[in-house]
């Protein structure tokens, strides 16, 4: 049977998130599956500066190791974002909050070592993570925001690209596909082009779900965002098994049913077919994880609740899906 990556060797490298953990447990299967990796949680503000001016690389720096010993691609996230980040970043040693002018030199001082650090092993970065709202209103009220001003967004790609002019630098987000946010992507991503800002591309996170039927909304997002002449990757790809309004705990289920797997099958089916389709603009699709085993989902939105929304199972082993995936006629 073909890998992953093999499978879509014409197309786009298929990428997966990891940790130093899951890279000592599953680090041969995932170098045979994948293309790339990108750091679950090693690279954000906070496991990288857990203190102001306190750098902590080590975990960062095995990730990257395995990456070069196995010659996988590395995605990097993210810089800039309003979770996973200390407070003490946005107040002065005695309390308060720090001025518009010293927060940006702390953006770009952590922005300038990180990138520089990784720039010879990271060939892209999650610069802008998440900024847009859901509901109504544009931007997202974060420390960043109130601290600096809307223009903190051109300041973490100009930081960027200071200190890596080759890296490929993405605006990322979640529910991007949903119309109402996809637009406000859209216009976001427009407005700091038009500015000279250097962005690259967008990142369509991808978590989604079996309650959807997510292709509609998928195509009409991927024809959109290529009017922008930017690359568009998956990011952070995901199938839950639960709709969203889904806030039950199933107890009774040990495993997934019949019925949520063949579900999950069409689904997976029906987005690959688009991102096949879309190649030309679509310069990778990464995995939120590698396996059934362990998933951020196992804990969000519910606590404790076993999800399963990889194309691998619990043990490894691959599910319909995957077969779905990798047998296609060009
Ligand atoms: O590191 C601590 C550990 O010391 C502590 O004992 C343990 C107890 O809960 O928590 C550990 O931190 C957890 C961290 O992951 C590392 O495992 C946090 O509680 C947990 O909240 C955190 O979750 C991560 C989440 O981002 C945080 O917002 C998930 O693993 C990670 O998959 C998720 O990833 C995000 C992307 O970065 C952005 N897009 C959405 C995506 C899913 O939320």
């Not at 691609?73 to 996973?84: A, E, P, S, Y």
């Not at 003490?88 to 922005?111: A, D, T, V």
């Not at 909304?217 to 009017?227: H, I, P, S, T």
């Not at 019949?258 to 579900?263: D, G, T």
């Amino acid at each position: 049977m073909k890998t992953l990556k093999e499978a879509y060797k014409e197309y786009f490298p298929i990428g997966v998130a990891v940790s130093p953990e899951i890279l000592r447990k599953q680090g041969v299967f995932i170098a045979e599956q994948f293309d790339s990796i990108t750091a679950e949680n090693e690279m954000k503000f906070d496991a990288l500066e857990p203190e102001l001016g306190r750098f902590e690389f080590e975990e960062a720096d095995q990730m990257v190791a395995f990456a070069r010993e196995h010659q996988l691609k590395m995605r990097g996230h993210t810089l800039v974002w309003h979770q996973q980040i200390p407070q003490s970043i946005f107040e002065w040693e005695n309390g308060g909050i720090i001025s518009r002018e010293e927060s940006l030199k702390r953006m770009g001082n952590h922005i300038q070592r990180v990138v520089d650090r990784y720039k010879e092993d990271v060939y892209c970065w999650d610069v802008l993570n998440e900024v847009i709202n859901d509901g109504e209103g544009y931007l997202r009220d974060t420390k960043w925001l109130q601290v600096i001003g809307e223009d903190y967004m051109e300041y973490a790609f100009r930081f960027a690209y200071e200190a890596d002019s080759k890296s490929v630098l993405f605006y990322n987000d979640y529910n991007a596909i949903v119309p109402k946010k996809r637009d406000k992507i859209y216009e976001l991503v427009k407005g700091l082009k038009a500015k000279g800002v250097p962005i690259h591309g967008i990142g369509i996170q991808g978590h989604w779900n079996i309650g959807d039927h997510n292709a509609w909304n998928l195509e009409a997002a991927l024809k959109k965002f290529a009017r922008l002449d930017l690359q568009i990757q998956i990011t952070e790809l995901d199938m839950s098994m639960y709709a969203f309004s889904d806030a039950k705990t199933h107890p009774e289920l040990k495993g997934p049913t019949y019925e949520m797997l063949k579900r999950q099958e069409e689904e997976y089916d029906a987005v690959f077919r688009l991102f096949r389709r879309y190649k030309d603009y679509i310069s990778g699709v990464t995995f939120w994880g590698v396996s059934d085993d362990y998933t951020w989902l196992d804990n969000f939105p519910v606590k404790y609740r076993k999800n399963w929304p990889f194309l691998f199972d619990e043990k490894g082993e691959v599910k319909a899906a995957y077969s779905k995936v990798i047998n296609f006629n060009k």
